[in-house]
């Protein structure tokens, strides 16, 4: 069974920063592509950016240049780094990513969500 744990969100001061992790376990083939949504209060979830197996990275245009994201593959972790928070940053991260596993004698490419992880800039 595979699962998406985030972790490293919390209460942040306007101006700070803060590193959200996402580790992938269970039995896993690849991890594809990866990527970093957020949702905040009365909103639709929307994209933070994504990364490929390769490492190359792209992010929403509001957030380039604060946001931060990457990935160590030995470790099966996406991370994401956030410098110079504001209060319109206040939402759940929710780690995503595209996997292959082996499933009855097939590949099979799922999609999956971690739980999300509370982020609030506030002072």
């Known amino acids: 069974q595979v699962q998406l744990v985030e972790s490293g969100g919390g209460l942040v001061q306007p101006g700070g920063s803060l590193r959200l992790s996402c580790v992938v376990s269970?039995?896993?083939?690849?991890?594809?592509?990866m990527g970093w949504y957020r949702q905040a209060p009365g909103k639709q979830r929307e994209l933070v950016g994504d990364?490929?197996?390769?490492?190359?990275?792209k992010y929403a245009d509001s957030l380039k240049g604060r946001f931060a994201i990457s990935r160590d593959n030995a470790k099966n972790t996406l991370y994401l780094q956030m410098n110079s928070l504001k209060p319109e940053d206040t939402a759940v991260y929710y780690c995503?990513?595209?996997?292959?596993?082996?499933?009855?004698?097939?590949?099979?490419?799922?999609?999956?969500w971690g739980q999300g992880t509370q982020v609030t800039v506030s002072s």
């Open positions: 990364i490929s197996s390769g490492g190359s990275a």
């Open positions: 995503n990513a595209d996997i292959t596993t082996w499933d009855y004698g097939a590949l099979k490419l799922t999609n999956y």
């Open positions: 269970g039995s896993i083939l690849r991890i594809n592509d």
